[in-house]
């Protein structure tokens, strides 16, 4: 089988490489096409997968996105129409979408970003299947099929994904001193437009608050305070789900890796006034996650939240009780897209 997909955020390199890794070793021909972010080519050199390098970012405004989108479309179309892919796959990435439509392939996503509004209006009249969590708050009309799983489970379930702090030794960092870990992102994603986080000030006085509860590891996707640099993580990128394993606690203004610390078993705040039906239930159903997404004051809160949830005995044992049910009650994801994949490529765009 020949398949395309491509990637233009980190999250999505994590989510997809153990698939890519099974049709890798049943014969499949796989096209895979990177737009630079955060690093996701080298995620993908660590993974061993190779990829077209089809843009230097993502864009940094709505003009440059506008004009990616068309460039990236138009590439990707003549790409598939001398490739001749049996599907496409990935996330929603309209560009693909677009690809198929002008091919005649079936494109099957799993999509779990509400806010990623315009991919989605895309999508939904050109891609063929859409899977999505079953908390997903958007209706995407036929195309939609929901499960009872979360995007992380594709690389974080225990079929594919083990803890381990040796790995985490081997490259000089302590797994076993009480850590926390925060994540800054970098509010330039075009579901970003118009927030804005933590300034300067702001960013030094929460590390300097949650020092006082164990050492403080910062995760940014821009540059930070000079003041706190020397708090930054240096464990290469593909590691960092063995930290966020292995942490006290995540603080995190971004869904995914806030998502992912609730995943493996690690209390997790998530600072963004972005709301997802994911974060929803994990605070609601599992108690790992708690989602501060006022406009005004989610800052405060959280970091009383913090120190709460810092100050709580065996707040560690805790979490891994939380994970086992939170475990026992969803899909492994990666054999239920395969599967449809599969089914996919066969049947065509009419599924």
Request: proline share 4%; with cysteine.
């Amino acid at each position: 089988m020949k398949a395309m997909i491509c990637f233009t955020h980190p999250a999505w390199v994590h989510q997809f490489h153990h698939i890519l890794w099974r049709m890798r070793d049943r014969g499949d021909e796989v096209m895979a096409f990177v737009a630079e972010k955060d690093g996701n080519s080298k995620l993908l050199d660590s993974y061993g997968i190779p990829y077209i390098r089809c843009a230097q970012s993502t864009g940094k405004n709505p003009v440059e996105k506008a004009f990616l989108f068309l460039k990236l479309s138009a590439q990707f179309s003549l790409a598939a129409l001398r490739f001749k892919p049996d599907i496409m796959i990935g996330r929603a990435a309209p560009m693909l979408a677009v690809a198929s439509w002008i091919s005649g392939k079936p494109h099957i996503v799993y999509e779990d970003t509400e806010v990623s509004k315009f991919s989605l209006r895309i999508c939904k009249r050109l891609s063929t299947k859409i899977l999505t969590p079953r908390t997903f708050l958007t209706d995407l009309g036929p195309c939609q099929e929901r499960l009872d799983t979360y995007k992380e489970l594709f690389y974080l379930h225990p079929s594919v994904f083990t803890p381990d702090k040796q790995k985490l030794r081997d490259v000089g960092f302590n797994p076993d001193e009480e850590y926390i870990l925060v994540r800054f992102v970098a509010w330039n994603a075009s579901h970003d437009i118009g927030k804005k986080g933590l300034d300067d000030a702001g960013k030094v006085a929460l590390v300097k608050k949650l020092s006082k509860y164990g050492r403080v590891y910062v995760s940014s996707e821009g540059e930070v305070p000079d003041e706190i640099k020397p708090n930054l993580l240096k464990t290469p990128y593909e590691l960092v789900h063995h930290v966020l394993a292995f942490a006290k606690l995540v603080y995190s203004e971004g869904a995914t890796m806030a998502s992912e610390a609730a995943v493996l078993g690690t209390h997790a705040l998530y600072v963004n006034t972005i709301v997802s039906g994911s974060t929803r239930e994990q605070q609601e159903r599992f108690q790992l996650l708690y989602c501060f997404n006022d406009q005004e004051g989610r800052y405060e809160k959280a970091d009383q939240k913090a120190i709460e949830l810092l100050e709580t005995p065996d707040l560690v044992e805790l979490g891994r009780q939380k994970q086992a049910k939170l475990l026992s009650e969803k899909v492994d994801i990666n054999q239920y897209y395969m599967d449809e994949m599969d089914r996919l490529a066969k049947a065509g765009r009419k599924g």
